[in-house]
RNA sequence: CGGGGAGUGGCGCAGUCCGGUAGCGCGCCUGGUUUGGGACCAGGAGGUCGCAGGUUCGAAUCCUGUCUCCCCGACCA
């Protein structure tokens, strides 16, 4: 005891003492001291302010430097800004630093992500980043993932790869770890590097090859306790955004090849988003596109008339038929062709509706989908323009369910220039899988409630996920359960994009000036600007400030550059976003002392030079 | 992978069509004058014009190849 009380009374002195320093450096020298020597000063002895991460700054000393004009490869407000603000810098496609103001936003988020994840039982983990290849063959997505995988060899050229997501290594952690039931529910997390050999980077950190990412997998013994732990990870989610200052919303989601059972997407609803989600203004239905259902036009019963041929010359998409034969849009059949995994495809639906393909790939559970191409086409002997399941061989045949209902289509005949009147399901043609593969559409009518469906663009930020047994099954995960039977643990998965936030963050607090930090992620809690420092006194009564604010527990931010005119560093201030500037200039001196002002503010209120830092207190309440 | 655009100093750009040895604004350095919303004067540093071949007396500029970056699409557990 006695000796820690020592360490403590050893490390308090040096601290006094460097205070003391930095008082005489500055109270004396400061504002006396010829311009070039102060220069001098300044560089040969950087002041150590406190321990690494927590520090005050004088922006003299700050790493990065702001820019007036954006680099005109960012197209998006959050991008211009990080990169104006010298928050991150690029180095190749899709791979970025962070500089010291950003690197502090990203670890308070992820601190928030933290405590919200250890109150939702996470326990935090490190995975490793190198993984053997031979754990993505045993899970089969070597082949499925194959193209967004880094590889590399090692020395003894073992195949390894760099871990896009961890959900292999968890489960052999799982296993060597888990034998029963009595061990969960468990929920580990990790907040660690992924890379992903993404087709396309885009969007400064929205889309990027390596990226930091908070993912967290749940492991249950039955599907009851999957549902509470998915519950336990979405109710941290919508806490860990509203902390961010991100106004996001959980949309339903696709699950991809995957599959499982319930997955929602955390989106941040922005123009510049990349997603598209449908929304219902009635009922609340929210939906990512590839997800999304709504209800289609149903059409009264009708007697099935004769199928008839009829010629049309020349008329090859629905627009032409609809116009040629006076028919409305759902009284035909589109015919659309895809290519899965090497396979043709043939796709059946209404002329009203469109083809999901996110719904599509997986009814076919395809790897691989694309549209056919002019080749294909040729080869499969399908006639563009009037092609048709009628009398259709050689491939599968999808429909969408919209179908079966639609008596009487217009559709193709299979020849050039030629229709068929009167296509009736089930007595002229058959699909091999009847099935929902329609693309939601604005102004769609609400699956749930027949409201009307609108569109927005968003940000994903992040995505909860039932994965159910998927995982434990193809790498026996199993437990032994209370009747000593062995089982696969049931799954669930839970990520976040840490980067994403980050920019999304931005993109959600932002104006035509600069950034707006949420005061809980501000790189400072106070900009404190200093201006005129030739005059007397001001410099010294500036760094009181300064050190007034730190004595208070403020991390300030001091701009305590020699050059620059009030415009530059106020327009440093606005584009940096800490939520409080705080003035000290001769004006300011004269007005009475300090000028304090919220970023959101657009007018300073003048305290007193000693009640500096309880102003900044009250700008600072919530 | 398909389509489009761009590589000239830290950032933004001109010069390329029509070949003659590189320029502007911001930033940076030195000195001075300034100081409340991106100041001014003077001086200065910094670029193998993405890279490699080729044509030419001579290439940022013309030709060929190649690399990189951005945008749209494809792709995105």
Redesign the pocket.
Known sequence: MDDEDAVVRRVSKQFEGRRHRTLLWFGHGGGTA???QR?VTLRARPIPCGPHGGSPMRMSRLFG????????????AN?QLML?AALVQ?L????YSYLPMGWSVIRKIEQIIREEMDRAGGQEVSMPAIQPAELWDASG?ME??G??LFKLQDRREREMILG????EVVVDLFKKQVQSYRDMPLMVYQIQT?F?D???????LM?VREFT?K?AYSFDADWDGLDASYIAARDAYVRIFERCGIPAIAVQA?????G?KDSEEFIYLTEVG??TVLLCETCGYAANE?KADHKKRELPDAEPLPLEEVATPGQKTIDDLVKFLGVPHHGTLKAVFYEADGAPVFVAIRGDLDVN??KL?NTLKA?????LDDDGVRKHGLVAGSASPVGLSGMRVIADDSVPGSRNLVAGANKPDVHYRNVNYGRDWQADVVTDISRARAGDACARCGGTLQTKRGMEMG?V?K?GTVYTDRLDGRFADEAGELKPAIMG?Y?IGVGRVFAGVIEANHDE??IIWPPNLAPYDVHLVG????KPGVRESAEQVYQQLQDAGYKALYDDR??????????????LGMPV?V?????????GGA?V?RRTE?D?KVVPLGEAAAAVRDALAP
């Open positions: 010829a311009r070039g220069a430097k702001t820019l007036r004009n954006a680099p005109s490869d960012a197209d998006t991008h104006r690029q190749a496609a899709g791979v997505r499925t993932m193209d967004v896009p997501t961890h959900e992924k992903r993404e087709a396309r980077p885009r969007g400064g889309r990412m993912d696709d699950s991809g090849a995957i499982g990349e997603d590839e393909e996110a790939r790897v691989a989908l694309a549209p995505h996920f994965l998965c990520g000036r600069g201006l005129g420092f030739d020699e050059e620059g005119s009030a415009g530059v560093k106020f327009n440093d201030a606005d584009l500037r003035t000290v200039s001769p004006r300011s001196i004269e007005n000028e002002k657009k300073a």
